[in-house]
């Protein structure tokens, strides 16, 4: 996942980073930090804000010829 993935991903869920560090259960200052790309995040720390972002309805499209990306789930998927 890329810092412009995460911001879509909230983007499309209407949710601010502080929601965001909540759900991933870290610090407001590694999800700006991670989304800014001011400092390296650790693996665990990108697997955690993934994984709250896929819990809330986000799927990312993995890099296949036209960009990676991100969508929201369809409902009942």
Same mark, same amino acid.
């Given at each position: %996942? ?6 879509? #991903?909230? =983007? &499309?869920?209407? %949710?601010?980073?502080?929601? &965001?560090a909540?759900?991933?259960? &870290? ?11 001011r400092?390296? $995040? ?5 697997? =955690?804000?993934?994984?709250? &972002?896929?819990? =809330? ?7 296949? #010829?036209g960009? =990676?990306? $991100? ?7």
């Open positions: %996942m890329t810092p412009s993935q995460s911001r879509a #991903g909230r =983007a &499309l869920l209407d %949710m601010t980073q502080p929601q &965001l909540e759900a991933a259960k &870290l610090g407001l200052s590694t999800v700006v930090d991670f989304e800014r790309s400092r390296a $995040v650790s693996d665990d720390k990108v697997d =955690a804000i993934r994984s709250a &972002l896929e819990a =809330a309805g986000v799927e990312f499209i993995a890099e296949n #010829g960009g =990676a990306g $991100v969508r929201l789930r369809k409902s009942g998927a």
